[in-house]
């Protein structure tokens, strides 16, 4: 059974950072390309950042710069560092792994408010 369990999220100011985590199981986790999506209200789920296996990368080019995606093999767990956050960078984020149709966690709030 393929778990993937979001936590980081909340409530940051402007300019502000946050880590989200995504402890994933059931997965062989060291070859499975894992990405991080994010939904705001009324748009649709879009792709922020991913990393394969081999820790090769890709970002949004609305991120690129100031989000860096990065994995633990031995935790089966993915990150999202984000800093100098915007207002617009807020949605809910989702971890995805790239198997089998494609899995994802609950998702995790984020909001950037002054």
Do not use: H
């Not at 820790?55 to 984000?82: E, P």
């Not at 100098?84 to 984020?110: F, M, R």
């Amino acid at each position: 059974q393929v778990q993937l369990v979001e936590s980081g999220g909340g409530l940051v100011q402007p300019g502000g950072s946050l880590k989200l985590s995504c402890a994933a199981s059931g997965i062989i986790f060291s070859l499975t390309t894992m990405a991080w999506y994010r939904q705001a209200p009324g748009k649709q789920r879009e792709l922020v950042a991913a990393v394969t296996g081999g820790f090769n990368t890709n970002y949004a080019d609305s991120v690129k710069g100031r989000f860096t995606i990065s994995r633990d093999n031995a935790k089966n767990t993915l990150y999202l560092q984000m800093n100098s956050l915007k207002p617009e960078d807020t949605a809910v984020y989702y971890c995805n792994a790239n198997i089998a149709g494609g899995y994802w966690g609950q998702g995790t709030q984020v909001t950037v408010s002054s």
